[in-house]
């Protein structure tokens, strides 16, 4: 009975650090873009930004991303990149799959030169996204 309950004990406590270490972000965006990709396989130009209300949660607890557009968009993380570090930004890779089960790639951006503007990228094959943010309680 006693190493049952001494399972039980490491058991709560190693639950309780992983969700120590593992957080729940929030963005709101201010604008979108989008860039397409055209028959000949090269990329278009991204379109004029529009106004966007969007938010977008980035959960580290559940491994996933949420965009809550008009059509709520969801994202599992499949695996987390390294992240990237430059003279003008700081890049946050993630390898996802929607909801649909579509690959595609989110980079969450620091533009260290541009008063650490936030960008929110979502890359498919195809298409891509881009999200003005900032963070957002």
Same mark, same amino acid.
């Given at each position: 009975?006693?190493? +049952?309950?001494?399972? +039980?004990? $490491? ?8 969700? +120590? ?10 604008? =979108?873009?989008?860039?397409? /990709?055209?028959?000949?396989?090269? @990329?278009?130009? @991204? ?22 557009? /008009? ?24 390898? $996802? ?14 533009? /260290? ?14 298409? /891509?996204?881009? =999200?003005?943010?900032?963070? @957002?309680?």
């Amino acid at each position: 009975m006693k190493i +049952l309950k001494s399972l +039980l004990v $490491c058991l709560l406590v190693s639950f309780s650090i992983q969700n +120590l270490t593992a957080q729940v972000y929030r963005f709101k965006a201010t604008s =979108y873009s989008i860039a397409e /990709k055209d028959a000949n396989g090269k @990329w278009g130009e @991204w379109s004029e930004f529009k106004e966007s209300t969007v938010v977008i949660t980035l959960d580290g607890n559940k491994d996933r991303v949420i965009v809550g557009s /008009k059509e709520l968009q969801l994202f599992t993380i499949d695996t987390y990149g390294k992240n990237v570090t430059t003279e003008d930004d700081d890049t946050v890779p993630l390898n $996802c799959t929607d909801n649909g089960g579509g690959a595609c790639t989110i980079l969450i951006i620091t533009r /260290k030169k541009q008063n650490n503007r936030k960008q929110f990228y979502i890359n498919y094959a195809d298409v /891509k996204f881009v =999200y003005n943010v900032y963070s @957002w309680d």
